[in-house]
């Protein structure tokens, strides 16, 4: 099908310097300074510790691409564009999660060429062990993955027998507990389980608490890749399976077809997608060598795992993908 469109500039798409200059801005708080009352590009300098000049170079080259204002020569304010960077601006910071983020996009090359992560060349460790070895790093991913990052989770999941005869729900690799407490909020008959390491896990009370629900929560604070509690009625597997290869989706399933014996389902939210569909890119490729896999692709991963697709069908927000544990023969 040819596109009839205008014709994209090459040069506008692979600019460098406006995401960098933005990077910078948010990594040394320059809105939250102007915001603060700082205007001028020498007092901005003092107060983020930078040099003046190079500093006027980066926040003129941002107002000409319509973030700030610049009047007089010098003097600096915030526009709407420009108050985006007080929050979540700190997510775009260059410390933290927002540089982790941006520098493991210089690995791309190597996750094409091999299908492998390059994270641990750039920080020293898997992206994962970096986490576990830097809990304020950790802290911020959790806080990008929740409410503050991500917004409210959709709750509107509907499965196909529906949610009356269930009683409990597994939230496999649910972070803080966004998606496992919007859930129970909208179900009050739902007892939840919450599965996933002790970091998040031990951030999830607050959002279990202030969403009136910490009363019908448990949670296990552990890995995915180890046996869940078993015996539940339904496990969500909600954007986790994009952040694996292959070999690790196969092993997150076989867990939860292991736990839902005999008559539990298993329903995935991310990482498959229809027959057909164009190959998405996500950044969760390059820091950990994720995939998302074509239905026919997970349905052979699922029965390697011992589950069977029994439903798959876009249900907005969502592309769902129901399995049950392969009946014995």
């Known amino acids: 099908m040819s596109n009839t469109g205008p014709a994209a500039d090459l040069w506008t798409l692979s600019d460098l310097c406006t995401p960098w200059c933005i990077r910078v801005a948010a990594t040394l708080r320059i809105a939250e300074h102007i915001d603060a009352g700082i205007t001028d590009v020498g007092a901005l300098a003092v107060a983020s ?49 927002g540089g982790r983020m941006t520098h493991a996009w210089s690995t791309l090359l190597d996750y094409v060429r091999t299908g492998e992560p ?32 991500h917004g409210t989770p959709d709750a509107t999941l509907e499965i196909t027998d529906g949610w009356e005869r269930v009683r409990t729900v597994v939230d496999v690799g649910g972070g803080t507990g966004a998606m496992l407490a919007e859930l129970l909020r909208r179900r009050p008959h739902l007892h939840g389980v919450l599965v996933d390491l002790p970091g998040p896990v031990a951030r999830a009370a607050e959002n279990f608490e ?23 009625d339904v496990y969500v597997v909600r954007k986790v399976l994009n952040d ?3 070999r690790d989706t196969v092993a997150i399933l076989r867990r939860c077809a292991e736990a839902a014996r005999p008559a539990g389902i298993v329903v995935v939210l991310g990482g498959v997608v229809p027959d057909g569909t164009p190959r998405p890119i996500g950044i969760e490729m390059v820091l950990l060598g994720g995939k998302t896999n074509s239905l026919s692709e997970f349905s052979e ?17 969502y592309f769902v993908v129901e399995c049950r544990p392969t009946a014995p023969r």
């Open 210 to 232: 202030a969403a009136g629900v910490a009363g019908r929560v448990t949670t296990a604070a552990q890995s995915f890749f180890d046996p869940i509690p078993a015996g539940a």
């Open 49 to 97: 510790s930078c040099k003046a000049d190079s500093l006027h170079s980066v926040l003129s080259y941002l107002v000409a691409k319509g973030v700030f204002l610049e009047a007089p020569p010098g003097q600096f304010a915030l526009n709407e564009t420009a108050r985006s960077l007080l929050s979540p601006g700190s997510f775009l910071s260059l410390d933290g999660i």
């Open 301 to 317: 991963l699922a029965r390697e795992a011992g589950l069977d697709v029994v439903t798959a069908e876009d249900r907005p927000p």
């Open 118 to 149: 390059g994270y641990r060349s750039i920080f020293g460790l898997p992206f994962w062990d970096d986490l576990s070895a830097h809990p304020d790093v950790a802290a911020e991913f959790d806080t990008l993955m929740s409410y503050a990052g």
């Open 244 to 246: 694996w290869p292959d």
